[in-house]
Nanobody
Framework: QLQLVESGGGLVQPGGSLRLSCAAS????????IAWFRQAPGKEREGVSC????????NYADSVKGRFTISRDNTKSTVYLQMNSLKPEDTAVYYC???????????????????WGQGTQVTVSS
């Protein structure tokens, strides 16, 4: 059974860093798009970033470009989201999601993501 489990969330001060992990089980990360989404209270879910596991190509929302980095370790079936220079507006529940993806193009967070993790809370506050 395909499962995604996020970890690494927590409380951090503005300007700080966190690294989120998304561990996949029940499938190998050979031809998938893995994305990170976030949802703050009272706000719509926002696509943050995605990575194409076959090539490592990435895509980012403008709000996190230059601060967040997505990466993958296919041998560990894990995708990471390194978040630096965190701001209070980054506070949200962060989810990872997976979609089978064999296209030559880059991934986007607008794909239909079939599999979702349970989420991990990130709070940026002094």
């Amino acid at each position: 059974q395909l499962q995604l489990v996020e970890s690494g969330g927590g409380l951090v001060q503005p300007g700080g860093s966190l690294r989120l992990s998304c561990a996949a089980s029940g499938f190998t990360l050979d031809y998938y798009a893995i994305a990170w989404f976030r949802q703050a209270p009272g706000k719509e879910r926002e696509g943050v970033s995605c990575i194409k596991t076959s090539s490592g190509s990435t895509n980012y929302a403008d709000s996190v470009k230059g601060r967040f980095t997505i990466s993958r370790d296919n041998t560990k079936s894990t995708v990471y989201l390194q978040m630096n220079s965190l701001k209070p507006e980054d506070t949200a529940v962060y989810y990872c999601a997976a979609s089978p993806f064999r296209r030559p193009s880059r991934c986007t967070t607008n794909l239909e993501y079939n599999y979702w993790g349970q989420g991990t809370q990130v709070t940026v506050s002094s």
